[in-house]
């Protein structure tokens, strides 16, 4: 695990908030809530987490070639200004290891009703897609793992493709560093169904009150791959609608369509069928609190079109269907239990052996505990069992801890 | 030193944990007076920032969500030992704090030992109270609009209350072992009236802590004193 200056610097900017002279009295106290200048018109807050978690050698956790959701440590930075009662900005700076700091939210924000039921966000912004990418983690996730459809990394590459179904299949079960013959030469990791490790840029527009609202968004990435700087001249379409009837439950459907192949692979085989560069999903996510228990889930139905070049041809788009759901039980007011259950599926192709799933089927049981040492320092322990089918690790049992603080 | 928010002053530190100085009524009481009781009035300007409790910035939503009220928070006011011979308690009650436009409310509720507060839900969305302190830990679990929960607080000291769904919305708890408190107004008015003649050390409490102490003298005639108290 690379550990570099900048998560330090982070971290120390966290600290050094923990003193600075807001109006909320922190500087002889741990904070529990955000700090506030000019009369809460610039609010602050933070959250370092640590987490230290088993060696994956199946890669089943990562985020990135370098980067376990497992092993890693981080801060983050989160600035509202209010420039008026309509208008704010907000920024998010998150540093971590392996990676390093990365400006993850930034825009602004228009509020043009009194009454709230109009916001457009214009900038890097959250994601309208599902509801996991928007917990503001690590504190609103009961585990530590992420969803596999917002984390595992696939076979599939914005830069490079496969020019056969073959080269294709060498790769299942490998999305960590994936090296195809069209496109961008270097090994990179593949993508994740939906990416919550960043976010897009572009332009977002919620209607509604919060018993039922939509929203949605036009950005220059795509779900797997959101981007600050456009690489494919085409952007993506985004929405998504929730309903709540009663407060103990909700649910929600998302779609999204958006161009996903970069122009360099298509500068690489000009003679590909102009296209099969789009990625297309589909979500529902549901809710429902009652009591001790909080339940949800989301499934997504998802295809990659990639251009058909050489034989054995890639003909149909590269679906796959992920869902999870997960559970969470307060047993005393400092403790809670914790359940997440995942499944990744995937369609097939047909190779020079014959037909197969593009991508090695996948599944994950995580459950732990989290233990509340005082308000904003949580203590989480989870175990994570990890199958798949085809790869070089098939099956993996992982256990972490992590301790993270917020304000 | 802070316990559950709070902190006291010097020679009720040892005093455990969750005590505040009303748990000092209990083991160093002054000789009890035999003069005329007296009332203690007076008022609490606060000068540091009233701001509302601020949610997190919120980075991750879709919008900016619901607008909030600012709320009052006020201060409370009571004797640092409570007179000797006070033992009687009057009987424990029954109060409220509400839950609307994601604010508990009152901010802060005083309360003497053995009362029972309800914690009505009067939002639209759910709400789940609960609280670490060591004077009373409890969890209602997530409940909706026009459900109640309730929580006997048995003894004194004081309780952070807070919401696992809405990380802005928090309030305290003071338990009180005698009934010599009183929480300001809008205005910052207080009083408190059936004082017996003695010297009593006045306690200033606000957000979390003791902001100042004074000394006060109820003479055996009886009668009103005055305090006045700044807080910055």
Redesign the interface.
Known sequence: MRLGPCPFAVAGLVAGLLLAPGDVAVAQHWPTEPVTFAGGRLLIGGDASVTFGSEDPGWFTYTDYETSAIRRVRAGVTVEARASDRVSFLTEIRAETGVGVIPYAWYVRVSPLASGLVDVQAGRIPPVFGTFARRSYPQDNPLIGSPQTYQYLTSVRPDAVPATADDLLKMKGRGWLVKYPVGDPEPHNGVPTAAAERWDTGVQLRIGPPALEGAMSYTVGSLSDPRVRDDNQGGQVAARVAWHPVPAFSIGVSAARGVFIADSVKQARPDARQGDDHQRAFGVDAESSWGRWLIRGEYVVNSWAIPPLDAPRIVDPLGSHSGYAEARIRLHPRLYAAVRGDVMRFTTVEGSSGVETWEADVSRLEYGVGITIRRGLLLKASVLSNWRDGGRVQRSHLGAVQALFWF | M?MDGTRFPGFLRPAAAAAIPAVAFWLACSPLSAGADGAIRGTVEIR??Q?????????????????RPVEFRPAVVYLDKAPGGAFELPRPGRAAMDQRDQTFVPHVLAITVGTIVDFPNSD???HNV???SKTK???L?????GKSKAVRFDRPGVV?V?C?IHS?M?AYVLVFAHSFFAVTDQAGAFAIAGVPPGSYTLAVWH???VRETRTVTIPDSGGTVEAAFVIR
Request: hydrophobic share 35%; aromatic share 12%.
């Open positions: 802070q540091r920032s701001s509302a409790t601020a949610a997190r910035p919120a980075s991750a939503g879709l919008g900016a969500g619901p607008r639209l969305t759910f609960f609280s670490l830990a409890f969890d679990g997530r409940y909706s609009r952070q807070f696992d802005h928090s957000e979390g802590e």
